[in-house]
């Protein structure tokens, strides 16, 4: 009777989470206050609930979250160093983790026996709590999907939430409708701006931010049509025909037109590198996929061949690929800002490489490094650029461990294991984590909420399929 009741509570858990992952992308990447705050507690409740079921039935605990130690203890060691930058320590400890931070506090006339390691520490906790959002969001990754079943459903959730976007974007376009944009200096809903774009932005705020999204859904939807293709020895001319008929007709011709879709869509976001991030991901990754897979079947050279030729030359050619083209080829040295921004950003990581000057304070700190030729520098920061000079070398070590056991254990899965999903979100994960780790060298989607937390989901697929049954 218990097990049976905690059971149906672990699926009302798992159900939640699905609407979770859903949600998070639709109030404009969830980067509103209000919308962190629905995203905080959503996932601090799921977690509280989860903690409690495993503290009355331990047993309903998965390999996949007790077996992954290690990669719990570094996503909670780069939390625990936020929290650590906000509490107030002797002025003597953080002079000598920090000369330059003590420095900047006398100077704005705060003198005290004790300074914590940020420089706005009301700032950094509001960041700490979201990273410690993540962090759990990432345990529950572990622990709700326990199975092939749960595991599938979730991709699809995120692919139909990916095509949502990318059909909600399009549609706005095609029909010249009004888009909305937010203020992004004040972040206030009461402030925004009605501009027209021919730039797909689906929900988003910014066309990069849904590129990005749709980078990591695009691969989830690839990686799922992975799993479904396999060879097959067709002797007669019913069996090629029952065969035919299921493929244009069943769950893979569905897929293949979802695919299609956001690879329109992804092209009419006219980004730079977030079209450049998905064609490099999905060549490395397609290589990767077929050294490591033993005896990959022919469908799966032809089905990865054939995304590429379909991204750059049927769709490209279609609706817009001369347009991010012609923008790649319009980036100058001049016309650019963003390298001015990385310039203005290295002095900074210079004073404070070592801890860091506190999570968030990086756009309240940046005006007294800029020079007097940048400005216009509001959400212009590289993901890269931003982590290392908030958290400094402590709290990116940690990150950046994760991230290469999270490579070590899907490279692991292409290579041994056999379960057709399992290798597929494996590659999912690969090319995902892959495209965002690119498209980080110029944007900022790690900061969008919705975003970070898929990208949360997909470092934690690699450990779920190492461990997940295949029976």
């Known amino acids: 009777m218990i097990d049976t009741y905690a059971e149906q509570i672990k699926h009302i858990l798992f159900l939640l989470f699905l609407a979770l992952l859903f949600w998070l992308p639709i109030p404009m990447g969830s980067k509103l206050p209000w919308a962190i705050s629905v995203m905080e507690i959503w996932i601090y409740l799921l977690a509280t609930s989860a903690a409690m079921l495993a503290a009355l039935k331990p047993d309903m605990l998965p390999l996949a979250f007790t077996a992954s130690r290690a990669a719990l203890l570094l996503f909670l060691a780069a939390v625990l160093w936020i929290g650590i930058q906000c509490i107030p320590l002797p002025a003597a400890w953080v002079a000598g983790l920090s000369a330059q931070t003590v420095q900047l506090q006398q100077q704005a006339g705060v003198v005290n026996s004790f300074y914590p390691l940020s420089l706005d520490a009301n700032t950094s906790f509001l960041l700490f709590q979201q990273a410690l959002a993540m962090f759990l969001l990432f345990c529950l990754t572990l622990v709700l999907i326990d199975s092939q079943t749960r595991l599938r459903q979730t991709a699809y959730v995120l692919l139909i939430s990916g095509l949502i976007q990318a059909l909600t974007g399009a549609f706005a376009v095609f029909t010249m409708q009004e888009s909305m944009a937010l203020n992004e200096y004040t972040y206030s809903i009461m402030d925004m701006m009605v501009v027209y774009t021919d730039r797909v932005k689906g929900t988003f705020t910014n066309p990069d931010h849904l590129a990005g999204y749709l980078e990591m859904t695009l691969a989830i939807g690839i990686g799922l049509m992975l ?204 090319m995902g984590i892959s495209s965002i780790l690119i498209h980080s060298a110029v944007d900022f989607n790690l900061h969008i909420p919705s975003n970070a937390a898929l990208f949360t989901v997909l470092l934690a697929f690699p450990f779920l399929c190492r461990h997940i049954r295949t029976h």
């Open 227 to 430: 799993s479904m293709l396999n060879s097959l020895s067709l002797t007669g001319w019913r069996q090629r025909l029952r065969h035919y008929t299921q493929t244009a007709l069943g769950p893979k011709a569905r897929i293949r037109i979802m695919l299609i879709i956001l690879c329109i869509t992804l092209v009419m976001t006219h980004s730079r590198m977030g079209n450049s991030a998905f064609f490099f991901s999905l060549l490395l990754s397609g290589t990767t996929f077929l050294l490591l897979t033993r005896h990959a079947p022919k469908p799966v050279t032809i089905f990865l061949t054939s995304m590429i030729i379909l991204d750059i030359l049927i769709i490209g050619s279609w609706f817009g690929f001369n347009k991010v083209a012609s923008r790649i080829e319009q980036t100058t040295m001049a016309t650019e800002s963003r390298d001015e921004f990385v310039r203005d950003s290295f002095p900074m990581l210079h004073d404070f490489s070592v801890t860091g000057i506190g999570a968030g304070n990086y756009f309240s700190t940046f005006p007294a490094y800029k020079q007097a030729d940048l400005h216009h520098y509001i959400n212009h920061a590289p993901d890269y650029m931003e982590f290392a000079i908030e958290l400094g070398l402590i709290g990116i070590i940690p990150i950046l461990l994760l991230i290469l056991l999270s490579y070590a254990t899907l490279i692991r899965n292409l290579r041994l294991r056999r379960a057709g999903l399992l290798v597929g979100m494996s590659f999912a994960s690969l």
